[in-house]
C-alpha cells in the first residue's frame, strides 16, 4: 500500500515513518508495504476528472489474450475459472473523503471492508492514527455498519524496526498482544481482524527471519483461536513467495503462509509495487501469476487466498536536461490512481499507451523551468493500472480459483474500475 506526503490531497504523513528496506531483504521487483502511502502529485487539484478510458480496440485484443491464456491453462487439467468472486477492499485514512461519499452504494458489492487508520503501538495498544479524520472515520464506520458487509479493520505494525519481532518472540507479551487485539475486536463490534504487520519483510532484515518465523506462526495460531472463539475471523495481509523454500530468490519465507493457512481465514497476497525505485510496472502480470502460483503453493491451495488488486500507479523524474534556476523544486516519485489520473493526462496533453504484456498503461511528459541562461527541461514517466488492469488482475484470480481479491484502494477507484469489475463480483 502506500505513504501519504504532508501536504498532499490524499492525507497527512502518517504517525509512523516507512519502514526502509534492509539492502539483503528482497530484490527489487517485489512489493513495498501495502500499508505505505506514496505521495501524490501535488500539481493536481481537489477536483480530478475520471480517467481517461483505453481504446475499445486495445481492450478487445487484451480480452482474446487473456481468453487464450484460460483456455491453455485448463488443457492441462486445470479448473475453469470461477464465474465470479468476493470483492474485499482495504480503506485508507487519506482516501475517507472519497470513500464516505461512495461508501453507501459500493459497500453492498463487497464481502470485507478494512478500515486502514488502526496501528500497534506495544503489546497492549491499539491506537488510531492521529492523522486520521475523526469525524469522517466514524461516519464511515455508521455507513459500514448499515451495509451488507464485513468490518474488517486492518491493524499496522507502527513499532521500529524489530519491535513487533520482540513482542512476538516472548510467550507472555505474544499472548499480551493476543489479548489486546480480541478487546479491540470487542470493543468496537467487529467482524474480525486482518494484521497489516509488514516490518519483519522491510525493515527488520532478513538474517532475523528464520527466528520471527515460527513465532509469528505462534502468535497466529494463538489469535485466531481467540478471534473464532469470539465468533469472528482473522485476515492476515502479506507479501508473496515464489515457491515453498527459503531460499533468496523465494520470496517472503518469514511468514511462513503454509503454516499459518489452518489458523486464518484467509490471506490477502499483496502483489504488487514490483516498480519502486525506478519508473516500471506497479503489478506485471507474468509478475503476478508468479506470485498467484508460489503462494498457492506454499499454502497447498488457493481456497483461503484473496488476491490483492492495485487500482494506482506512479509519476517518477526521468531525467532533466538543461541548468534550472536556483529554486525549482523538482519532485520524486509521487503517486497516481483511477481517480486523479485523467486530469493529469488532460492538463500534461500525454497519450497513454497500453502495454498488453504487463497489462498496464504508461505515458511521458515534460515541464520547463526558467528562461534565457537558467531554463530547464524536467521529463517525468507514469505507470498506472485502470480499470481494464484491475480486471485482467481479477480474472487471473478466478482463473486460479482463488478465494476472492482485495482492492487497494478504496478510494483510488473511479466508475471505470466499478464498471470492470462488478460483472464478476460476489458477495
Given at each position: 500500500?502506500?505513504?501519504?506526503?504532508?501536504?498532499?490531497?490524499?492525507?497527512?504523513?502518517?504517525?509512523?515513518?516507512?519502514?526502509?528496506?534492509?539492502?539483503?531483504?528482497?530484490?527489487?521487483?517485489?512489493?513495498?508495504?501495502?500499508?505505505?502511502?506514496?505521495?501524490v502529485d501535488p500539481e493536481r487539484p481537489a477536483d480530478p476528472g475520471r480517467r481517461r478510458l483505453i481504446t475499445a480496440a486495445a481492450g478487445v485484443v487484451v480480452a482474446l489474450v487473456v481468453g487464450l491464456g484460460f483456455v491453455l491453462a485448463r488443457s492441462d487439467g486445470a479448473p475453469?475459472?470461477?464465474?465470479?468472486?468476493?470483492?474485499?477492499?482495504?480503506?485508507?485514512?487519506?482516501?475517507?473523503?472519497?470513500?464516505?461519499?461512495?461508501?453507501?452504494?459500493?459497500?453492498?458489492?463487497?464481502?470485507?471492508?478494512?478500515?486502514?487508520?488502526?496501528?500497534?503501538?506495544?503489546?497492549?495498544?491499539?491506537?488510531?492514527?492521529?492523522?486520521?479524520?475523526?469525524?469522517?472515520?466514524?461516519?464511515?464506520?455508521?455507513?459500514?455498519?448499515?451495509?451488507?458487509?464485513?468490518?474488517?479493520?486492518?491493524?499496522?505494525?507502527?513499532?521500529?524496526?524489530?519491535?513487533?519481532?520482540?513482542?512476538?518472540?516472548?510467550?507472555?507479551?505474544?499472548?499480551?498482544?493476543?489479548?489486546?487485539?480480541?478487546?479491540?475486536?470487542?470493543?468496537?463490534?467487529?467482524?474480525?481482524?486482518?494484521?497489516?504487520?509488514?516490518?519483519?519483510?522491510?525493515?527488520?532484515?532478513?538474517?532475523?527471519?528464520?527466528?520471527?518465523?515460527?513465532?509469528?506462526?505462534?502468535?497466529?495460531?494463538?489469535?485466531?483461536?481467540?478471534?473464532?472463539?469470539?465468533?469472528?475471523?482473522?485476515?492476515?495481509?502479506?507479501?508473496?513467495?515464489?515457491?515453498?523454500?527459503?531460499?533468496?530468490?523465494?520470496?517472503?519465507?518469514?511468514?511462513?503462509?503454509?503454516?499459518?493457512?489452518?489458523?486464518?481465514?484467509?490471506?490477502?497476497?499483496?502483489?504488487?509495487?514490483?516498480?519502486?525505485?525506478?519508473?516500471?510496472?506497479?503489478?506485471?502480470?507474468?509478475?503476478?501469476?508468479?506470485?498467484?502460483?508460489?503462494?498457492?503453493?506454499?499454502?497447498?491451495?488457493?481456497?483461503?487466498?484473496?488476491?490483492?488488486?492495485?487500482?494506482?500507479?506512479?509519476?517518477?523524474?526521468?531525467?532533466?536536461?538543461?541548468?534550472?534556476?536556483?529554486?525549482?523544486?523538482?519532485?520524486?516519485?509521487?503517486?497516481?490512481?483511477?481517480?486523479?489520473?485523467?486530469?493529469?493526462?488532460?492538463?500534461?496533453?500525454?497519450?497513454?499507451?497500453?502495454?498488453?504484456?504487463?497489462?498496464?498503461?504508461?505515458?511521458?511528459?515534460?515541464?520547463?523551468?526558467?528562461?534565457?541562461?537558467?531554463?530547464?527541461?524536467?521529463?517525468?514517466?507514469?505507470?498506472?493500472?485502470?480499470?481494464?488492469?484491475?480486471?485482467?488482475?481479477?480474472?487471473?484470480?478466478?482463473?486460479?480459483?482463488?478465494?476472492?481479491?482485495?482492492?487497494?484502494?478504496?478510494?483510488?477507484?473511479?466508475d471505470a474500475v466499478w464498471d470492470a469489475i462488478l460483472p464478476t463480483t460476489s458477495s
Amino acid at each position: 500500500m502506500e505513504f501519504g506526503g504532508a501536504g498532499t490531497s490524499d492525507g497527512l504523513v502518517p504517525s509512523f515513518p516507512p519502514p526502509e528496506r534492509p539492502d539483503d531483504a528482497t530484490p527489487v521487483g517485489e512489493p513495498l508495504l501495502p500499508s505505505d502511502p506514496t505521495p501524490v502529485d501535488p500539481e493536481r487539484p481537489a477536483d480530478p476528472g475520471r480517467r481517461r478510458l483505453i481504446t475499445a480496440a486495445a481492450g478487445v485484443v487484451v480480452a482474446l489474450v487473456v481468453g487464450l491464456g484460460f483456455v491453455l491453462a485448463r488443457s492441462d487439467g486445470a479448473p475453469p475459472p470461477k464465474p465470479d468472486i468476493p470483492l474485499d477492499a482495504w480503506a485508507p485514512y487519506w482516501t475517507l473523503e472519497a470513500s464516505v461519499e461512495a461508501a453507501p452504494s459500493r459497500l453492498g458489492s463487497m464481502r470485507e471492508i478494512s478500515p486502514f487508520w488502526y496501528i500497534a503501538t506495544g503489546p497492549d495498544t491499539i491506537e488510531t492514527d492521529p492523522n486520521a479524520d475523526q469525524g469522517a472515520a466514524e461516519r464511515f464506520l455508521d455507513i459500514a455498519r448499515d451495509a451488507d458487509v464485513a468490518l474488517v479493520p486492518s491493524i499496522v505494525d507502527a513499532l521500529p524496526a524489530g519491535g513487533m519481532a520482540s513482542i512476538l518472540a516472548e510467550p507472555d507479551t505474544r499472548t499480551r498482544h493476543v489479548d489486546a487485539i480480541v478487546a479491540f475486536a470487542e470493543d468496537g463490534d467487529f467482524d474480525g481482524i486482518d494484521l497489516d504487520y509488514e516490518q519483519f519483510a522491510f525493515a527488520d532484515g532478513r538474517d532475523t527471519w528464520a527466528a520471527t518465523r515460527p513465532n509469528w506462526v505462534a502468535f497466529v495460531e494463538e489469535l485466531g483461536a481467540a478471534l473464532r472463539n469470539d465468533g469472528r475471523t482473522l485476515t492476515v495481509s502479506i507479501p508473496f513467495v515464489y515457491d515453498d523454500e527459503r531460499t533468496p530468490d523465494s520470496g517472503y519465507w518469514v511468514y511462513d503462509h503454509g503454516a499459518i493457512a489452518p489458523h486464518v481465514d484467509r490471506i490477502r497476497i499483496m502483489a504488487y509495487d514490483y516498480s519502486v525505485g525506478a519508473a516500471g510496472p506497479i503489478a506485471p502480470l507474468d509478475f503476478v501469476q508468479r506470485a498467484i502460483e508460489g503462494t498457492v503453493e506454499a499454502v497447498g491451495s488457493p481456497d483461503k487466498l484473496v488476491l490483492g488488486l492495485p487500482a494506482y500507479g506512479r509519476n517518477w523524474p526521468a531525467g532533466t536536461t538543461g541548468t534550472c534556476p536556483p529554486d525549482t523544486e523538482l519532485d520524486g516519485v509521487v503517486s497516481v490512481n483511477n481517480r486523479t489520473v485523467d486530469d493529469l493526462i488532460e492538463r500534461r496533453q500525454a497519450t497513454p499507451q497500453f502495454d498488453e504484456a504487463t497489462g498496464e498503461s504508461s505515458f511521458t511528459y515534460s515541464l520547463e523551468y526558467g528562461e534565457g541562461d537558467a531554463q530547464c527541461v524536467h521529463t517525468r514517466r507514469v505507470h498506472y493500472v485502470d480499470a481494464d488492469g484491475v480486471a485482467l488482475r481479477m480474472d487471473m484470480a478466478r482463473a486460479a480459483q482463488l478465494d476472492g481479491v482485495a482492492l487497494w484502494a478504496f478510494g483510488f477507484d473511479d466508475d471505470a474500475v466499478w464498471d470492470a469489475i462488478l460483472p464478476t463480483t460476489s458477495s
